[in-house]
């Protein structure tokens, strides 16, 4: 995100100059409400491609954090399956197999699982 951001910051610097470089012979272009529909596009652009979804993700995200409970299956970022057995404010507690058990930070959780799911793995 920050490199497509210094790109896009990159791109605006450099306008100007180019602006300048242009033969005053050469025609005007699109004029003042051209470039403001042309950049009104562009962010239009970068907000149904780029910020919409991803708010959209961390939405749908924060809602999976604040609905686990005890008894639910997940699994991690890291791969790891397990059972909650335990939940705190920032940390859950899975039970990977019999009376092994690991903490985890709520945000590590990557899915729920539809219950059943770790007896047929």
Known sequence: MKALRNALIAILAAMPAAAMAQDPAAGQGMGV???????????????LLIWRPQSKRAKEHKALMAG??????VVTSGGIAGRITRVTDDFIVVEVADNVEVK????????????????DV
């Open 33 to 47: 409400y051209g470039n403001v529909i042309f950049f009104a596009g562009f962010i239009l652009i970068f907000y």
């Open 68 to 73: 686990l409970g005890k008894g639910d299956e």
């Open 104 to 119: 985890v930070q709520k945000v590590a959780v990557a899915t729920a699982l539809p219950k059943g799911t770790l007896k």
